[in-house]
Nanobody, 121 residues
Framework: QVQLVESGGGLVQAGGSLRLSCAASGSIFSIGAMGWYRQAPGKQRELVAAVTSIGSTNYGDSVKGRFTISRDNAKNTVYLQMNSLKPEDTSVYYC???????????????WGQGTQVTVSS
């Protein structure tokens, strides 16, 4: 089975930095777009950043200029470098990836379990 495992969450002070990682494993033929989403209590899940298989990126307006998404295709891993963190960045961050487990099948979206990021004032 395909699994996404996230790491790197934690508690940081405002203005600090944190780097999240998400590694895909299991039955994988190919991975398309990968991304990071976040969901704070009482709010809808929102796109933080996404990156295509060839490196094109897209960012949510609130994180542009502060966050950077990247991927290592050889490691089936996507990263989120978060700089200049603000208290409003506090949320559970989820990894997402579009994965094909066979050449003949379409991609399915998989989600990580979520990792807590807390930014203190």
């Amino acid at each position: 089975q395909v699994q996404l495992v996230e790491s790197g969450g934690g508690l940081v002070q405002a203005g600090g930095s944190l780097r999240l990682s998400c590694a895909a494993s299991g039955s994988i033929f190919s991975i398309g777009a990968m991304g990071w989403y976040r969901q704070a209590p009482g709010k809808q899940r929102e796109l933080v950043a996404a990156v295509t298989s060839i490196g094109s990126t897209n960012y949510g307006d609130s994180v542009k200029g502060r966050f950077t998404i990247s991927r290592d295709n050889a490691k089936n891993t996507v990263y989120l470098q978060m700089n200049s963190l603000k208290p409003e960045d506090t949320s559970v961050y989820y990894c997402n990836a579009a994965i094909r487990d066979n050449w003949y099948s379409g991609a399915r979206h998989y989600w990580g379990q979520g990792t807590q990021v807390t930014v203190s004032s």
